[in-house]
C-alpha cells in the first residue's frame, strides 16, 4: 500500500511539476493559434518535426566528437569471419555510439509536446535505462577493449531490473493497474486472459522488452538496416497507440480503451522524425553507427510501447524484420550444435545475403520493403477480428 501510494504521488508530482508546450493553450485568448498545442495532431507533428530537426541538428556536432575521442566502431577480424571481414573493410573507423543522437531528440520531443501520464513516464524511464545499458557496453568494447562488452547475464539481469520497474508503476497506477494486466492477441475482439496475475504480467513483458531490445540488436549489422526498419515499426504503433485512446474508434475496431494512449502516440511520432534524421547520417556508406546505445534501447521502447498498447502479440508481425533476424540466430545456433552443420553461411540473416553475393544497399532496401510490408500486415489485423 505504501509503495502505491508512493508511485501515484510521484506521477501526481510529475503531471503537476511538468510544464509542457500543451499549457499554452490556456492563452488561446492572447493568440488563438495557441489553441492548436490542444489537439492531439497537432503536438504529434510537432514531436515528429522536433526530434528531425534536433537529430539532424545535432548528429554532425555528435559525429566529430566521436571521430575525435575515437570512439570507432570494432569488427571482427578475418580470422572470426572470413569473407565478412572483407566486405565491412572500408567501415573502421567510422563512430559509433549515435544512440545518444536518437535518444535526445526523442527525450526532448516527448518531454515538451506529450501530456506525462503513467504511460509515458514508463516508456522514457525503459528507454533511458536501456540507454545508459547500451552506452556501458560500447564503452566497455572500444574504450576498455573488451571485446565481449557488458556480459550477457548482466544484461539480461539489468533488463529484469527495468522491467520490474515499468510492471511496478503500471501495477499501482490507479488508471492502469487493470488495464495493463489484460492479454489481449490479434484476431480476437475480447481479452484471452481478462487480468493476468503479477508474476504472469513480469515474465510476459520481460520476454516482450528482451526479446525486442535483443532482436534490434542482432538487426543492427549494415548501414541503415535497423533504423530503417524502426521507421515502419514505429509508424504502425504510433496507429495503435492512437485508436486506442480513441474511444470511439477503440470501440469501433473492438480494442481495449486505454485513457491517454494517444500521448505515447506522440511518442512514437518522437521516434520516428528522430528514426528518419539518424537514418540521413546512417545511411550506406554511413557516417555513425548507432551502436548498443541505440539498438538496445530502441527494441526496449517499442517493446514496452507495444506491451503498454496491448498489442505484443502484433510486434511478432509488424517487427517481422526482427523476428526473423533473431530466429535466424537461434536456429544457426542449434543446428551448429545438434548437427555440426549450419543452416546459413552466416548468422544474422542480413551477412547470408552479403556472402552470397548481394550489395549490402541491395539486402537493406529489400529488407526495408519487407518491413514496410510486416508493418501494414500488422495493423490490418485492427479490422481483422
Known sequence: YEMSASLVGSEMCIRDSHLMLFDLADFESYFGPLRLF??????????????????????????????????????????EVGRLAELHESKKGTPTMGGVIIFAA????????ARMNALVFTALLVYSALTALGFADDYLKIV???????SGKMKL????AVTLAACAILSFSPEYSSIMRELWIPFMKYPLVSCMPLWFMFAFMFLVLAGS??????????DGLAIGCTVSAALAYAVFTYIAGNSIAAEYLFLRYIPGSGEMTVVCCALLGASMAFLWYNAHPAEVFMGDTGSLALGGLIGITAFMSLQPFTLVIVGGIFVIEAMSVILQVASYKTTGKRIFLMSPIHHHFE????????VVIRFWILSLIFALAGLATLKIR
Do not use: H
Open 157 to 160: 539481469a539489468v533488463q529484469a
Open 106 to 113: 526523442v527525450a526532448l520531443s516527448s518531454v515538451l509536446f
Open 38 to 79: 490542444k489537439y492531439l495532431s497537432f503536438r504529434c507533428a510537432c514531436a515528429a518535426a522536433m526530434a528531425f530537426f534536433v537529430a539532424m541538428a545535432s548528429a554532425p556536432c555528435a559525429i566529430r566528437v566521436l571521430r575525435a575521442i575515437k570512439f570507432g566502431q570494432s569488427f571482427r577480424t578475418k580470422e
Open 355 to 362: 556472402i552470397k553475393g548481394w550489395k549490402e544497399t541491395k
Open 144 to 150: 576498455k577493449k573488451n571485446p565481449k562488452g557488458v
Open 213 to 222: 531490445s535483443n532482436a534490434i540488436n542482432l538487426t543492427d549489422g549494415i
